[in-house]
C-alpha cells in the first residue's frame, strides 16, 4: 500500500481503540475483578450502574498484537452472530460482513468472552470469537480460490507482497493475466487479490478493481478492429486460445488478417482471432507469429527487384483506400525498381514502385508486372551489327553496374549484337559479341552507331602517325590484293584523315603524304599514331652547337610559337630526342645545361657535338694569359695538364674554340712553334684583338683620314727626320699640319700622327712602355702591340701577301736583323686594295710616299697588326 494510505489506516485504527481506552480507564476502578478476564454472571454487580464500557478491559498481547490488546480478525463462520454491544440483541446485517476484517479487543458480556468489532468509523459489535480468525495485519485473512483467473486492466494500481509492503505498479503486468490464488478483504474495505503466474510462482497482491477475472485461462477479452500480417511459417493456428489445434501458419505466411479480438493467455502468450476479407474466422495465432499493420494493406516486406509493368489500362495506387490512383498506360514495357510489398487484406500483393529517379510511383498489383533478379528488364532478341562510337563508357558485366570494362579498347570496332534490354535506369542496352563469339557485356547504346554489315563504318580524323614497321604492306583496297610495302615510309610521319574497324578486328588507316597525295589503308599496327605533326619521339642522349643565328626554334609543332637562334649562336645544348615530323624535316628537342627546355629546332640550324664541349669553331687570333687558378686540360673528360699560375703574360694562338654545355667557352691552344698546348677557360686570358679596337679608333677611320689625303701634300713628300729625343712630338709634323718643329717624321711618327687623326689613343703605346722616343720609337709599337694585340708574322713580302690576312690600313713592321752592325726596325700602313696588293704608304729617307712593300734595312721577319 501507499505510505500516505497506510498513515491514514493506521490513524483511524489509533483512533477507534483510543475511544476505547478513555473510556475503560474511567470506570477502572469500579471493577471488582482485575486479572480475570471475564466477569461472572452471579457476582453482585449493579448491572443499571456498570455499563458495557466497564467491562472492556485492555489486555497485552504476547503474539505481536496491537499494543493495549488491539488486534484484527476476519470473520471466518458464515453462520456469525453479531450481538449490539449496549443490549446483546442480535444484529442483521444480511451476513454481508463475512470474510471482512475488522479492528477487535476482547470484551466480557454476562459472562461471556466476546471479540468487540470495529471499523474506521464506528463500533460494529461484539461477536463470538469462534467465528474469527486472527490476521496478522490489517489486510486479514487469505481466503483461498480455485481455478479462478484474472487479467490485470490497470497500469497505475499498486502491486504489493503478500506482506503488503509496495513492490511497485502494475504497469508492466497490464492485460496479463494469472491464476487467483485467493483474495483479502482488507480492514479499509478494500478487496486484494493474490496472484500467481503458470509456473506457481507469486505475482504478488493487486487491488481487485485491477482485475478482470474469469473462468478460463485465457483471461480477459480484448475487442478490437486492427489488421495483422502473418510473419512466422510454421506456428500453430487454435480453434480456441491454446486449445484445439486446427493448422499451421504455413498455408497463410504473409497473408494479412482482420483482428476482432485477442487474449493474454495464463501460460504468457497473447492470442489473436483472425478473420479473412470474407469475415470467417479462421482461428487463433499466437503474438509471436503475426505482426501489426497501420491499414488492411499489410506489414511492409522489404525486397530489393526490378519489374517490366505488362498491363497498359489497370491502375497503380497512391493510398490502399483504393482512391487515389492512375493509369499504367505510360508505364507499359518500361522497367522500374521494387523496395518493398505489401500482401493486402483483399487477397492481392502490391509492389511499391520507384522510377529511376526514386520517385515513387504507387501501388502496383504483383499480377501486372514482370518480376526479374536484376534492373535491366526484359531481354529482346535482334540480330545486328554496331561499331562503338564511345571510348571512356564502361560496357558492363551485370546490371548492378558494378563489374565493367572501359570501351577504350573497343572503341570504333565492328561487333554483333543479340538482344537488348531497357534498363530501370531508362537506357537501352546491346549485348554485345565479338568476332569470335565471345560475349563482351551491356552497352548503352548511345555508346555505339548501328551498321547495316559488319565492316564497320569510316571514322573522319585528322591525326598524324609515323610509320614502325618497314617491312608491312600498306593496301589500296579492302580486297587485300594491290599493296605496297612501308619501307620506303619506315621512320616518316603522315596525315590520316580517317579510319576504319573492320570486323577482322583490325583497324586501318588511311594515310596521305605532306603534299596531299593518298598513300593507302595501312593496319594501325605498323605505324604509331602521335598527337601533332611532329611525329613519334625518339629518345637519345647527344649534343649540338647551334650553327644558325638567324633560324627559329619552335615550341610547339603548329609554327606558331618560336624564338630566334640568335642569343643561342654558337652555344652548345642537349639533345634528348628528336622528332621526324608530317614536313619531312628533323626536329631536335633542346635543354640547356640548367635543364631548362629550349624548344624543338631543324637540325640544319645544329651540328652534331662530340660531347659537352659542342662542335669546335676555327678562329685564329692570339691571347695573353692574365688570370692564375685556372686548369689547362688535357681533354674534356676534365684531364688537367697544367695550370695557369706559372703562364700568366704568356701568349698562346687560339686556332679552335668550344662553347661548352656548361655556360664556358674554351680555347684550344697552340704554343708559337704550333705545337698543340690545351684547352682553357676564355675566363683565364684576354684576347689580343686588332690595333683599332686596342687604340680606341677604327679601321675605317684609318682609311678615311689616309684617303683624304691620297693625292695631296698633306702627308706625301713630308720630309724624312729621324729620332734623335725622347720627346716625340718633333718627329709627328706633317707638311698639311706642321707643328711647332716644323715639317718632319719618322716611320714611327708617321703612322702614330694617322693614328692620332683618326681618333687613337697614343698614351695606349706609351703608356705600357717607357722606351726612348715613346710613341715615335716604332720598337714601342712592336712590345706594345704584340702584347695587347692580335698580329701575325711572315718571313717575306710574299709569304704576306700570299696569307690573305692583310687588308687596308693594317699595321706592318719589320724586325731588324739584329746581327748587323746598322740594324733598323721599320713601320707603316698597308696600303693594298687587295691582300695579295703589294703597296704601303710610310715614311723613308726620301719622305713620306705610297710603294711597294720594303724595308729600308735588312728585317728578320715581317708583323702584321690587323686593324680589327
Same mark, same amino acid.
Given at each position: ?5 497506510? &498513515?491514514?489506516? @493506521? ?134 480460490? @480455485? ?147 497501420s491499414n488492411p494493406g499489410g506489414i511492409w516486406y522489404d525486397t530489393n527487384e526490378y519489374v517490366t509493368v505488362t498491363k497498359d489500362s489497370l491502375t497503380i495506387w497512391k493510398d490502399f ?227 644558325k643565328n638567324n633560324w627559329t626554334i619552335w615550341k610547339d609543332f603548329n609554327f606558331k610559337n618560336g624564338t630566334s637562334t640568335k642569343s643561342m649562336y654558337q652555344k652548345t645544348y642537349r ?64 684531364? @688537367? ?35 698543340w698546348f690545351g684547352y682553357v677557360n676564355s675566363d683565364a686570358v684576354r684576347e689580343r684583338r686588332g690595333v683599332s679596337h686596342y687604340l680606341g679608333n677604327s679601321r675605317q677611320s684609318v682609311?678615311? @683620314? ?18 734623335? &729625343? ?116 710610310? =715614311? ?5 710616299? =705610297? ?8 728585317? &728578320? ?8
Open positions: 500500500m501507499m505510505e500516505s494510505s497506510t &498513515s491514514s489506516l @493506521e490513524t483511524r485504527i489509533s483512533s477507534t481503540f483510543s475511544s476505547v481506552d478513555s473510556k475503560v480507564q474511567s470506570k477502572e476502578n469500579s471493577i471488582n475483578t482485575i486479572e480475570s478476564t471475564t466477569v461472572s454472571s452471579d457476582q453482585s454487580v449493579d448491572s443499571s450502574s456498570v455499563t458495557e464500557e466497564s467491562i472492556i478491559k485492555k489486555t497485552v498481547s504476547n503474539n505481536n498484537e496491537p499494543i493495549g490488546g488491539n488486534f484484527f480478525v476476519s470473520i471466518m463462520n458464515r453462520d456469525y452472530v453479531l450481538l449490539d454491544k449496549s443490549n446483546g440483541n442480535v444484529i442483521d446485517d444480511n451476513k454481508e460482513n463475512y470474510q471482512k476484517t475488522f479492528a477487535a479487543r476482547e470484551a466480557i458480556h454476562d459472562g461471556t468472552k466476546y471479540y468487540l468489532l470495529s471499523t474506521f468509523e464506528s463500533e460494529l459489535g461484539l461477536i463470538d470469537p469462534n467465528s474469527t480468525e486472527k490476521a496478522v495485519g490489517e489486510q486479514g485473512k487469505l481466503f483461498p480460490e @480455485e481455478n479462478v483467473y484474472g487479467s490485470i486492466v490497470s497500469d497505475t494500481s499498486e502491486l504489493l507482497t503478500s506482506d503488503f509492503e509496495e513492490n511497485g505498479t502494475t504497469e508492466e503486468l497490464m492485460d496479463r493475466t494469472f491464476e487467483i490464488e485467493g483474495f483479502y478483504n482488507h480492514f479499509d474495505g478494500t478487496k486484494y487479490y493474490s496472484l500467481k503466474d503458470s509456473s506457481d510462482q507469486p505475482i504478488g497482491v493487486v487491488n481487485a478493481a485491477a482485475i478482470e477475472k474469469s473462468s478460463d485461462k485465457a483471461g480477459k477479452k480484448h475487442p478490437v478492429n486492427d489488421y495483422y500480417s502473418i510473419v512466422k511459417n510454421d506456428h500453430k493456428i487454435w480453434e480456441k486460445p491454446g486449445l484445439e489445434e486446427i493448422g499451421s501458419t504455413t498455408s497463410i505466411f504473409e497473408r494479412t488478417f482482420n483482428v476482432k479480438e485477442w487474449y493474454y493467455h495464463y501460460e504468457g502468450k497473447k492470442y489473436f482471432a483472425i478473420y479473412d476479407n470474407g469475415g470467417t474466422f479462421k482461428g487463433f495465432v499466437g503474438g509471436d507469429a503475426i505482426q501489426k499493420a483506400d483504393f482512391k487515389n490512383g492512375n493509369s499504367t498506360k505510360s508505364m507499359y514495357q518500361r522497367t522500374y525498381r521494387v523496395t518493398g510489398y505489401y500482401n493486402h487484406f483483399n487477397g492481392s500483393k502490391y509492389v511499391s514502385v520507384y522510377d529511376n529517379k526514386g520517385v515513387w510511383q504507387g501501388y502496383l498489383r504483383a499480377d501486372y508486372v514482370d518480376t526479374f533478379n536484376t534492373p535491366g528488364g526484359k531481354w529482346n532478341s535482334t540480330n545486328q551489327y554496331i561499331t562503338v562510337t564511345k571510348n571512356n563508357w564502361t560496357i558492363w558485366k551485370d546490371f548492378n553496374f558494378k563489374t565493367g570494362s572501359s570501351t577504350k579498347g573497343l572503341c570504333q570496332r565492328t561487333y554483333r549484337v543479340t538482344g537488348w534490354y531497357r534498363h530501370y535506369n531508362g537506357s537501352k542496352y546491346l549485348s554485345v559479341y565479338d568476332n569470335k563469339g565471345v560475349w563482351q557485356g551491356y552497352l548503352n547504346e548511345g555508346g555505339a552507331k548501328l551498321v547495316n554489315n559488319p565492316g564497320g563504318k569510316w571514322n573522319t580524323t585528322n591525326q598524324y602517325v609515323t610509320i614502325t614497321k618497314n617491312n608491312w604492306t600498306i593496301w589500296k583496297d579492302f580486297n587485300f590484293k594491290n599493296g605496297n610495302s612501308t619501307k620506303s615510309m619506315y621512320q616518316k610521319t603522315y596525315r590520316v584523315t580517317g579510319w576504319y574497324r573492320h570486323y577482322n578486328g583490325s583497324k586501318y588507316l588511311s594515310v596521305y603524304d605532306n603534299k596531299g597525295t593518298w598513300q593507302g589503308y595501312l593496319n594501325e599496327g605498323g605505324a604509331q599514331v602521335v598527337n601533332n605533326p611532329g611525329g613519334k619521339w625518339n629518345a637519345t642522349n647527344q649534343y649540338v652547337t647551334i650553327t639533345v634528348t630526342g628528336w622528332y621526324r615530323h608530317f614536313n619531312g624535316a628533323k626536329y631536335l628537342s633542346l635543354y640547356d645545361n640548367k635543364g631548362n627546355w629550349q624548344g624543338y629546332l631543324n637540325e640544319g640550324g645544329a651540328a652534331k657535338a662530340g660531347g659537352a664541349q659542342g662542335t669546335g669553331f676555327s678562329t685564329n687570333k692570339s691571347v695573353l694569359v692574365t688570370k692564375s687558378g685556372y686548369s689547362i686540360w688535357d681533354n674534356f673528360n676534365w684531364k @688537367e695538364k697544367a695550370r695557369t699560375n706559372s703562364l700568366i703574360n704568356k701568349t698562346y694562338q687560339v686556332k679552335w674554340y668550344y662553347r661548352h654545355m656548361n655556360g664556358s667557352t674554351y680555347y684550344s691552344l697552340y704554343e708559337s712553334n704550333g705545337k682609311i678615311n @683620314e689616309l684617303s683624304a689625303h691620297q693625292n695631296d701634300r698633306f702627308y706625301l713628300g713630308t720630309p724624312y727626320r729621324g729620332l734623335s &729625343s725622347s720627346n716625340p712630338e718633333p718627329f709627328l709634323s706633317p707638311y698639311g699640319a706642321p707643328n711647332g718643329y716644323g715639317p718632319g717624321m719618322n716611320c714611327t711618327g708617321f703612322v702614330a700622327y694617322v693614328m692620332r687623326r683618326s681618333g687613337g689613343n697614343l698614351n695606349r703605346i706609351s703608356g705600357i712602355t717607357q722606351g726612348w722616343g715613346s710613341y715615335a720609337n716604332a720598337y714601342n709599337w712592336r712590345d706594345a702591340l704584340m702584347r695587347n694585340t692580335e698580329y701575325y708574322t711572315f718571313g717575306s713580302v710574299d709569304a704576306l701577301l700570299r696569307s690573305g690576312k692583310a687588308q687596308k690600313g693594317d699595321i706592318i713592321y719589320f724586325d731588324p736583323v739584329w746581327t748587323d752592325i746598322n740594324y733598323d726596325c721599320h713601320i707603316g700602313i698597308f696600303w693594298g686594295n687587295r691582300s695579295n696588293e703589294n703597296r704601303i704608304w710610310h =715614311q723613308v729617307l726620301a719622305g713620306n710616299m =705610297q710603294s711597294h712593300i720594303f724595308s729600308g734595312t735588312r728585317f &728578320s721577319k715581317i708583323y702584321l697588326f690587323p686593324q680589327d
